[in-house]
């Protein structure tokens, strides 16, 4: 098992950056893929990012591609969120999670973490 604690959120003008970690407990963290997930107030829960387990291959959806950017520090057992050129419409809370495949199916993932609120002010 892996428990996962997002951190980082906050509230940020439109145009900004904030960097979102996701910090893991378990010594089995590195043989996980990891992804990044939103859901807005009355909203399904979208893929974001994702990254495979050796930081070798990273996927984004299309409306972040560009501006985010994944990465992980195994050694460090945390996987970041980097945002970039933040929009008002990206206000959610932000979860991570943990399943075997790097994937935009929510589905796949086993472990979640508690989510931290991403605010974009116009």
């Known amino acids: 098992q892996v428990q996962l604690v997002e951190s980082g959120g906050g509230l940020v003008q439109a145009g900004n950056s904030l960097r979102l970690s996701c910090a893991a407990s378990g010594r089995t963290f590195s043989t996980y893929a990891i992804g990044w997930f939103r859901q807005a107030p009355g909203k399904e829960r979208e893929f974001v990012a994702a990254i495979t387990r050796s930081s070798g291959t990273t996927y984004y959806s299309d409306s972040v591609k560009g501006r985010f950017t994944i990465s992980r520090d195994n050694a460090k057992s945390t996987v970041y969120l980097q945002m970039n050129s933040l929009k008002p419409e990206e206000t959610a809370v932000y979860y991570c999670?943990?399943?075997?495949?790097?994937?935009?199916?929510?589905?796949?993932?086993?472990?979640w973490g508690q989510g931290t609120q991403v605010t974009v002010s116009s």
């Open positions: 999670a943990a399943g075997w495949i790097a994937t935009a199916d929510v589905t796949r993932y086993d472990y």
